[in-house]
């Protein structure tokens, strides 16, 4: 028997937990500071999902786990996107609404957070996300 009982369930939490612990190790942080991955996770999800269009947000989502999707989707107004914002813009939001110190800096917390998510997109999909976006904000994305 599989830990919900339901294997999409439990395919989700495994690909959940898989994204945040990638993240963890990359800032050394300890399964303790669990709170710290989701934040970044949530933060980076949103500000990226308000920066594209309705179609494209819904593309890119359709390619995340789907505990991530719900994530993604928490607290979206689809008629107030996209939200204009350019490299500058885009990493002051992440600082603004990530609750924790960062030594390394927003863009590594950005590059580190779309890193975890790629391997759950396409090739293709990531290429549009890339071609929605400003030149300045691409050049920060993996």
């Known amino acids: 028997m599989t830990p919900t009982g339901y294997p999409a369930f439990d395919s989700t939490l495994k690909k959940t937990n898989g994204i945040l612990k990638q993240i963890e190790r990359s800032y050394s942080w300890p399964k303790e500071r669990r709170n710290q991955s989701y934040a970044a996770l949530r933060v980076v999800l949103h500000t990226l999902r308000d920066r594209l269009t309705v179609e494209e947000a819904a593309q890119l989502s359709a390619q995340l786990p789907l505990l991530v999707r719900g994530i993604y989707f928490e607290g979206w107004d689809p008629s107030k996107v ?35 998510l790629r391997r759950h997109v396409t090739v293709g999909e990531w290429n549009d996300v890339r071609a929605s976006l400003p030149k300045d904000l691409v050049a920060i994305l993996p």
């Open 82 to 116: 996209p939200i204009k914002m350019h490299r500058d813009d885009f990493l002051r939001r992440i600082r603004d609404d990530f609750p924790f110190e960062l030594p390394d800096g927003i863009e590594r917390l950005v590059g580190t957070t779309l890193e975890a």
